[in-house]
Nanobody, 123 residues
Framework: QVRLVESGGGSVQAGGSLRLSCAAS????????MGWFRQAAGKEREFVAA????????RYADSVKGRFTISRDNAKNTVYLEMNSLKFEDTAVYYC????????????????WGQGTQVTVST
């Protein structure tokens, strides 16, 4: 079965950086759209970034544009989220997700999910 495992979360001060990774197995990684979502306490899960199967197209939430970068390494079946200039409001559990076909930004349109990794940004 599909397995997505996130890593790289942690605690960081505002202005700092983190790099999240998501290792995928049980799917043909190079044919899947990969997305990052986040869910803060008491809030709904929201889109952060997504990347096409070959890395040629990426989309970002307005709140992270210019600070976060999504990338993928199909040889390693891994997608990354480089997060810079972190803000307190970036604090959340970050999830990676996979879907086939078209790049989408709505959580309901993703089929497979990881267990999440906590990112905590302190002021």
């Amino acid at each position: 079965q599909v397995r997505l495992v996130e890593s790289g979360g942690g605690s960081v001060q505002a202005g700092g950086s983190l790099r999240l990774s998501c290792a995928a197995s049980g799917l043909t990684f190079s044919t899947h759209i990969m997305g990052w979502f986040r869910q803060a306490a008491g809030k709904e899960r929201e889109f952060v970034a997504a990347i096409s199967w070959n890395g040629g197209v990426a989309r970002y939430a307005d709140s992270v544009k210019g600070r976060f970068t999504i990338s993928r390494d199909n040889a390693k079946n891994t997608v990354y989220l480089e997060m810079n200039s972190l803000k307190f409001e970036d604090t959340a559990v970050y999830y990676c997700a996979a879907r086939k076909m078209f790049l989408k930004i709505t959580p309901d349109e993703y089929n497979d999910w990881g267990q999440g990794t906590q990112v905590t940004v302190s002021t």
